[in-house]
């Protein structure tokens, strides 16, 4: 099976940019539609981004929408997340995800269910 690793959290202040980047174990990442999600401390994990497998149609939730992009690169099985104007309330965990392209992949993965996922990335914003 497909594993995914996510990298590039760290600390930063608020106004920051970080762009995590997720790495999938094989070459078929280009099967899968990708998700990017976030968990606060003591909260749910939240959707953020979805990116189909053609790297183009994207789904974005309202909360990130022109603040958070979602990019791919399929020849190199990654993905990313490329975050702008970070805030306190951005702190947490941000996890990479993945779903067999189907016609329900946006949906399942807006639901905050996926095939696979990664084992987070640790982001902290400081004020």
């Known amino acids: 099976q497909m594993q995914l690793v996510e990298s590039g959290g760290g600390s930063v202040n608020t106004g920051d940019s970080l762009r995590l980047s997720c790495t999938a174990s094989?070459?078929?990442?280009?099967?899968?539609?990708i998700g990017w999600f976030h968990q606060a401390p003591g909260q749910e994990r939240k959707f953020l981004a979805g990116?189909?497998?053609?790297?183009?149609?994207?789904d974005y939730a309202d909360a990130v929408n022109g603040r958070f992009t979602i990019s791919r690169d399929n020849a190199k099985f990654m993905a990313y997340l490329q975050s702008n104007s970070l805030r306190p309330e951005d702190s947490g965990t941000y996890y990479c995800?993945?779903?067999?392209?189907?016609?329900?992949?946006?949906?399942?993965?807006?639901?905050?269910?996926?095939?696979?996922w990664g084992q987070g990335t640790q982001v902290t914003v400081s004020s």
């Open positions: 094989r070459n078929i990442f280009s099967r899968y539609v």
């Open positions: 990116l189909w497998v053609d790297g183009i149609r994207a």
């Open positions: 995800a993945a779903e067999l392209m189907s016609t329900q992949s946006f949906r399942r993965l807006r639901s905050g269910v996926a095939q696979i």
